[in-house]
Structures are given as C-alpha cells and as structure tokens.
C-alpha cells in the first residue's frame, strides 16, 4: 500500500510522495473527485527515463521515474478502515531495437489517505522509481496505467539509449533536471529530480549528470552547454571546465533559464575538444506546474531503488 513515503539518506527507494500546499475540494462520503474543470490539456502522469553507468559492468542503469498527480486518480471511501483509497495498476513493456520485449512488469498499487490526508494530499504527486539494467542498444519504453476505479487506461511511450561504456574514453549520462539542489554541513545533497519536465514555477534550474573516464590519467575536459527552444534559437548557453581525476565523476551545475515563452525546449552538453553533442535533454515551460518536497542523498548519489 502507497502511503506518505518519505526518503531520506541511505534509504533505498521504490517510490515516494512529493507535497504542495493544501488545498480543499468539496467531496461527498464515498468518493473524491479531481476539482471541476480542470485543465484538459494536461497530462494524467509523467515518465522520465534516466540512464547511468557503472564501472565493470557491460549494462547501463535506466531510472524510470514516474509521477502521477494526485488530482488525476479517483479515490473511492474504503468502508472497512474509512479511507479514501485509489487503485492503480503500472504496465511496463521495454522492446529493444529488434522489437523483443526484454523487460515486462506490473505493479499493483492501493494509495490511501485519511480524510485529512486527502484535502491536505490532494494537489501533491505520487512518485515511484523503477531501475532495470540493459545491455547496449535503443529501446522503446511502453508505459501504461489503469485506474481501476475509473476502469481506463492511460497509455504512454518514451525511449533511451543505453552505450557502450568500454567503447569510450570518455561518456556521459544523461541528464536528470533538478529543480532545486543544496548541500549541508555533513556534505549530504539535497535534491528535487524535475520529473515532470516543466520548468514553470521554478525558482532555480539545475542539472545532474555523471562524466564516465576511461583513460588511467588525469585529465582536463572541457564542456559547454546550450539551451534552445523549438525553433533551434539559443535561449542561454555556457561552459563547463573539469579536472577528471576518478573514472567516475558527478557533477551538478546550475542552468541559466528566464525565458517565460510556453513551449519544449532542449539542453545540449557539448564536448568542446570534439564538438559531439555528448548528452542532451527535453523541457516544457507551461503554465500547469507541479512542485514537490526535496529529498536527500549524500556523496552526490543518484536516485536509485
């Protein structure tokens, strides 16, 4: 059962649940509804693939995040303990680029809340992270959920690229947004992953990724990066200077973005020693936003069940 999951350092992970400031809806005995009227050209959950790479090993680390608001599901009273109760099922088929299915799972998911939780709750986002390990090559990801209560499906799809590490002297990750990062005292990170994509609302835009070195000596890289809309017109763009000493570094930096046109925009990182595009990613700026609550890790460890 789906509860208020909160991570904190060194737990590890199946899901969590990210708050908003209350709101109340009217509601009768029996159900919960989303409020009237509401913005229909949203959509009912968000997935984010991100992949990763470790030392050693001839397979990537996909991270599916997924985040489903909460507005969206319809809760019904359960009459036995009085909770409002949702049921969802999560469909997961990734097909590599043959078509074979080499990951299919499901997951059966009852999200409860009191009736205080549910008018504190009912604008926040239910959050689960999914890891799958894959060998080289382009997969597609089929993505469904049912919402029992409602008896509907909601499908959706998105792809990744997992590479070859051993092939490379040096690689990156992809790029997981942060709405919001810190680090305290201790050295423990305090971040915010952006899973929904939407930059609306944010106060500040960071950016996550991981430099992968396959060569035994220290080296000095040198990246940049460009932020572009729909149009491929340069929104901000700047550079990023390493001293790699580790096979493995984590780096975080802070994008510059105060363009307020709705529309997908694109991150590009660029390795300025080869001008190869090395690892990018896709944003909206739109009016519907979602924020959550942080959580945290320490030594600059990545989301992970």
């Given at each position: 059962?789906?509860?208020?999951?909160?991570?904190t350092?060194?737990?590890?992970?199946?899901?969590?649940?990210?708050?908003?400031?209350?709101?109340?809806?009217?509601?009768d005995r029996?159900?919960?509804?989303?409020p009237?009227?509401?913005?229909?050209?949203?959509?009912?959950?968000?997935?984010?693939?991100?992949?990763?790479y470790?030392?050693?090993?001839?397979?990537?680390?996909?991270?599916?995040?997924?985040?489903?608001?909460?507005?969206?599901?319809?809760f019904?009273?359960n009459?036995?303990?009085?909770?409002?109760?949702?049921?969802?099922?999560?469909?997961?088929?990734?097909?590599?680029?043959?078509?074979?299915?080499?990951?299919?799972?499901?997951?059966?998911?009852?999200?409860?809340?009191?009736?205080?939780e549910?008018?504190?709750?009912?604008?926040?986002?239910?959050?689960?992270?999914?890891?799958?390990?894959?060998?080289?090559d382009?997969?597609?990801?089929?993505?469904?959920?049912?919402?029992?209560?409602?008896?509907?499906?909601?499908?959706?799809?998105?792809?990744?690229?997992?590479q070859?590490?051993?092939a490379?002297?040096?690689?990156?990750?992809?790029?997981?947004?942060l709405?919001?990062?810190?680090?305290?005292?201790?050295?423990?990170?305090?971040?915010?992953?952006?899973?929904n994509?939407?930059?609306?609302?944010?106060?500040?835009?960071y950016?996550?990724?991981?430099?992968?070195?396959n060569?035994?000596?220290?080296?000095?890289?040198?990246?940049?990066?460009?932020?572009?809309?729909?149009?491929d017109?340069?929104?901000?763009?700047?550079?990023?200077?390493?001293f790699?000493?580790?096979?493995l570094?984590?780096?975080?930096?802070?994008?510059?973005?105060?363009n307020?046109?709705?529309?997908?925009y694109?991150?590009?990182?660029?390795d300025?020693?080869?001008?190869?595009?090395?690892?990018?990613?896709?944003?909206?700026?739109?009016?519907?936003?979602?924020?959550?609550?942080?959580?945290?890790?320490?030594?600059?460890?990545?989301?992970?069940?």
């Amino acid at each position: 059962m789906t509860r208020l999951r909160y991570i904190t350092v060194l737990l590890s992970i199946t899901g969590f649940l990210l708050s908003l400031n209350p709101v109340c809806f009217s509601q009768d005995r029996d159900s919960w509804f989303p409020p009237q009227f509401p913005d229909m050209s949203r959509k009912y959950y968000f997935i984010d693939p991100v992949t990763f790479y470790m030392k050693d090993s001839a397979k990537g680390r996909l991270d599916l995040y997924i985040e489903i608001p909460v507005s969206n599901l319809l809760f019904k009273r359960n009459t036995v303990n009085d909770n409002f109760e949702s049921s969802i099922v999560l469909t997961l088929d990734i097909k590599n680029s043959t078509g074979q299915s080499v990951i299919e799972q499901t997951y059966n998911e009852t999200i409860s809340y009191t009736n205080d939780e549910m008018q504190k709750e009912s604008r926040s986002s239910i959050y689960y992270i999914k890891e799958f390990y894959l060998a080289p090559d382009f997969y597609k990801i089929n993505f469904d959920i049912k919402d029992n209560n409602l008896n509907k499906d909601y499908p959706a799809s998105d792809s990744v690229r997992i590479q070859d590490l051993a092939a490379n002297n040096f690689m990156l990750s992809d790029i997981m947004l942060l709405s919001d990062y810190s680090t305290d005292e201790k050295g423990n990170k305090t971040i915010t992953p952006l899973v929904n994509k939407n930059v609306a609302g944010v106060k500040n835009l960071y950016m996550f990724f991981e430099i992968y070195k396959n060569v035994d000596s220290s080296v000095n890289k040198d990246y940049s990066y460009k932020i572009l809309d729909s149009k491929d017109k340069i929104i901000s763009e700047g550079t990023f200077a390493y001293f790699l000493q580790n096979s493995l570094n984590k780096e975080f930096e802070k994008l510059d973005f105060f363009n307020h046109e709705p529309g997908v925009y694109k991150i590009q990182i660029i390795d300025n020693s080869t001008k190869e595009i090395v690892s990018r990613k896709n944003f909206v700026f739109s009016p519907m936003h979602l924020r959550g609550n942080q959580f945290h890790r320490d030594e600059h460890r990545t989301p992970r069940n």
